[in-house]
T-cell receptor, first 113, second 109 residues
Framework: NAGVTQTPKFQVLKTGQSMTLQCAQD?????MSWYRQDPGMGLRLIHY???????DQGEVPNGYNVSRSTTEDFPLRLLSAAPSQTSVYFC????????????FGEGSRLTVL | GIQVEQSPPDLILQEGANSTLRCNFS?????LQWFHQNPWGQLINLFY???GTKQNGRLSATTVATERYSLLYISSSQTTDSGVYFC???????????FGTGTSLTVIP
């Protein structure tokens, strides 16, 4: 019953460092996505993927890269972290198409100093 | 995109009281979900409800897609209902979820 698994849960970076947030799901979902949550702003979509080899930008993609080499995994890369990227990051997945419930991981809290 | 507005932004209830949370959206949708974010930050699925009415225990939801709104009802509130409630929609012919800014609910004993 793993569902959507995110690692790490907490991370502190210095400005300019790089890191990868990992996301894996075991529900055979085609659609995967990354959100960031900032106080008072709800959840905003960073990048999403509708299947292996296919990715697209969401509302706030700048400063983030993604790739989707397998159905199960959808890592989010910060190439040069900035303080503005301090946030809580959520990975989510669902079946392909317009319908289907979205399921979230437990979140990763990132602080950039 | 699509605009998703939730009201009220904040709500304080006495334990046992009832409440109604509202979600308005600016365009036709074919997917709508309600989530509860608990004080530990976890996002929990409450309802998948692009149209119609559903009930789950003390919670129920109604979506009137033609009028572009959804309502979440909480009856006999408990302190464990505290947290932030989010509405999220997928625009018709789209595949991205857009979230409202949430309703922060505090239930006091």
């Amino acid at each position: 019953n793993a569902g959507v698994t995110q690692t790490p849960k907490f991370q502190v970076l210095k400005t300019g460092q790089s890191m990868t947030l990992q996301c894996a799901q075991d529900m055979n979902h085609e659609y995967m996505s990354w959100y960031r949550q900032d106080p008072g702003m709800g959840l905003r979509l960073i990048h999403y993927s509708v299947g292996a080899g296919i990715t697209d930008q969401g509302e706030v993609p700048n400063g983030y890269n993604v790739s989707r080499s397998t159905t199960e995994d959808f890592p989010l890369r910060l190439l040069s972290a900035a303080p503005s990227q301090t946030s809580v990051y959520f990975c989510a997945s669902r079946i392909a198409g317009h319908t289907g419930e979205l399921f979230f991981g437990e979140g990763s809290r990132l602080t950039v100093l | 995109g699509i605009q998703v507005e939730q009201s009220p932004p904040d709500l304080i209830l006495q334990e046992g009281a009832n409440s109604t949370l509202r979600c308005n959206f600016s365009d036709s949708v074919n997917n709508l979900q309600w989530f509860h974010q608990n004080p530990w930050g976890q996002l929990i699925n409450l309802f998948y409800i692009p149209s119609g009415t559903k009930q789950n225990g003390r919670l129920s939801a109604t979506t009137v897609a033609t009028e572009r709104y959804s309502l979440l009802y909480i009856s006999s509130s408990q302190t464990t209902d505290s947290g932030v409630y989010f509405c999220a929609v997928v625009k018709r012919a789209g595949n991205q979820f857009y979230f409202g800014t949430g309703t922060s609910l505090t239930v006091i004993p």
